[in-house]
C-alpha cells in the first residue's frame, strides 16, 4: 500500500503516467527528476507513512499520536475506514458495531490531536451508477453522523447526461456551504484539478 500511495504521489506531482512508474517504462532523466521529487515530497512536504496489516483503529490511534509528537503532523489520511480489523471487545460484535466504533474513535482522534482527519469509507455496493448520498456509506450510519465534512467523488461517464464529467458533490458541511463542484479527473496521472462548468 505505501509502494502504491508512493507512485501515485509521483505520478500527481511529475504528471507522469502512473502505469508508466508502475512498469519502469521511464527514461534515465525521468528517473532523476522523480529522485528529486521523491526527496523533495518527503523533505519539504514531510509526508509520513504508515502501514500495517490487518490493523485495528486502536494502533492507528497510537501511531497518530506518535506521529504528532515525533512529526508535529498538520493532518491525517486514513486509507480506508472499513478496511479496520476489529480490536478488543469489537471482534465479538457485528460489522455494523465495529464500524461504528471506528469511526467514533477517528472523531474522537481529530478532537484529540486538533488536526484534519480525512477518512475515505466505502459506499454500498448499490450506490454505483447513480449519484451518492449520505446514506449511501457501507455498514453503518454512524459514519455520516460522525463527519463534519461528506464530499463524493461522481464521475458521469454519460457524455449524453446533462451535466457529464467528474465531480466533488459536498453532501455534509457543518460550518460551510454545501454543493456540487466540477473538476477534471486526469486517470492517467490519477490527479483532480479545476475545471470549468
Request: aromatic share 8%; net charge negative.
Amino acid at each position: 500500500a505505501v509502494q502504491e500511495l508512493s507512485f501515485r504521489l509521483l505520478a500527481r506531482e511529475s504528471r507522469c503516467e502512473a502505469q508508466r512508474l508502475i512498469m519502469g517504462s521511464i527514461s534515465e532523466a525521468m528517473l532523476c527528476d522523480l529522485d528529486g521529487l521523491a526527496a523533495k515530497l518527503y523533505d519539504e512536504k514531510k509526508i509520513v507513512f504508515y502501514d500495517e496489516p490487518r490493523m485495528t483503529v486502536d494502533v492507528a490511534i497510537r501511531k497518530a499520536r506518535e506521529m504528532k509528537m515525533k512529526y508535529d503532523i498538520s493532518i491525517l489520511f486514513v486509507d480506508y475506514l472499513q478496511f479496520f480489523a476489529p480490536s478488543g471487545d469489537m471482534t465479538r460484535k457485528d460489522t455494523r458495531e465495529h464500524v461504528a466504533d471506528v469511526s467514533s474513535k477517528l472523531k474522537q482522534l481529530a478532537r484529540t490531536l486538533d488536526i484534519p482527519v480525512v477518512v475515505a469509507a466505502q459506499l454500498r455496493r448499490d450506490a454505483e451508477g447513480k449519484r451518492p448520498l449520505l446514506s449511501d456509506f457501507s455498514d453503518s450510519t454512524q459514519i455520516e453522523r460522525d463527519a463534519d465534512v461528506c464530499i463524493f467523488i461522481h464521475h458521469v461517464e454519460d457524455a449524453s447526461a446533462k451535466y457529464p464529467g467528474s465531480w466533488l458533490l459536498i453532501e455534509k458541511n457543518r460550518n460551510g456551504r454545501c454543493g456540487d463542484i466540477p473538476v477534471y479527473f486526469d486517470r492517467e496521472c490519477l490527479l483532480f484539478t479545476d475545471r470549468a462548468v
